[in-house]
C-alpha cells in the first residue's frame, strides 16, 4: 500500500500509525533516501540539486516497490514521474492525501526541511505546485481529506475504506 500526495499531507504521520495497526512495516522513502545518501534531502537538494533528487527517489522506489505487506510513503513529487507511478500501482493500492494550502502551510512553515518551500511566498509556491500536480494525483486510486483530522482518524478512513473491499478497475 502506497501513501502519495502533497508535502505536509501527513504521509509519514498517517503511515506510522497504519502500519502499526495493520501489524507490518513502515517505509519512508525520503528516509531511506536520506540513510543511504548520509545526509538530509535539504543537503541532497544544496549540494547536488534536484535532479539528482529524483534519481535516488527513483532509485528508492524501485528497491521497495515489490514490498507488498508493507505501508510505503514516497516524497509529494515522486508520482510525477510515470515510472516512479507505475512501479507504485504495481505495489498495491495508491492512496492520496489531500490537504488546502492553508493547512498545508500551516503543517510546514515552521521547518525548513523542504528546499522546494524555501521561498518568501510559501503560500503562492504551495498553490502553484499544487496545481501542477493535481493531475498526478489524480491518478491515485484514492484520495482522503486530512484536514482537521488527526493522523490516527486519517488512518481509521482509509481502514474503513479498505475493508469495504478495494479493487482497481
Ligand atoms: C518533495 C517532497 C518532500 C521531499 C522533497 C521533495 C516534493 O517529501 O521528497 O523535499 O517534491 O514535493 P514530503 O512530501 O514527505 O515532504
Not at 519512508?28 to 540513510?35: A, Q
Not at 521497495?64 to 500501482?89: F, H, K
Not at 482522503?144 to 486519517?154: L, R
Request: overall charge negative; hydrophobic content about 40%; charged content about 30%.
Amino acid at each position: 500500500m502506497v501513501l502519495t500526495g502533497f508535502m505536509g499531507t501527513g504521509k509519514t504521520y498517517v503511515g506510522r500509525v497504519l502500519a502499526k495497526k495493520l501489524g507490518t512495516t513502515f517505509i519512508d522513502t525520503d528516509t531511506l533516501i536520506e540513510k543511504d545518501a548520509g545526509m538530509s534531502i535539504r543537503e541532497i537538494f544544496e549540494r547536488f540539486g534536484e535532479a539528482r533528487f529524483r534519481s535516488l527517489e527513483r532509485e528508492a522506489i524501485s528497491r521497495v516497490s515489490d514490498q507488498e505487506s508493507s505501508v510505503i510513503a514516497v516524497g509529494g513529487g515522486a508520482i510525477v514521474d510515470p515510472a516512479n507511478l507505475e512501479a507504485l500501482r504495481r505495489n498495491g493500492i495508491v492512496i492520496c492525501l489531500t490537504a488546502s494550502p492553508e493547512t498545508i502551510l500551516s503543517r510546514v512553515e515552521r521547518n525548513s526541511d523542504r528546499p522546494l518551500l524555501q521561498v518568501n511566498d510559501k503560500i503562492g509556491k504551495i498553490k502553484e505546485l499544487l496545481s501542477v500536480r493535481a493531475p498526478h494525483y489524480a491518478k491515485a486510486d484514492m484520495s482522503i481529506s486530512t484536514d482537521d483530522k488527526s493522523p490516527d482518524q486519517v488512518a481509521e478512513d482509509i481502514m474503513e475504506l479498505l475493508k469495504s473491499g478495494w479493487q482497481r478497475d
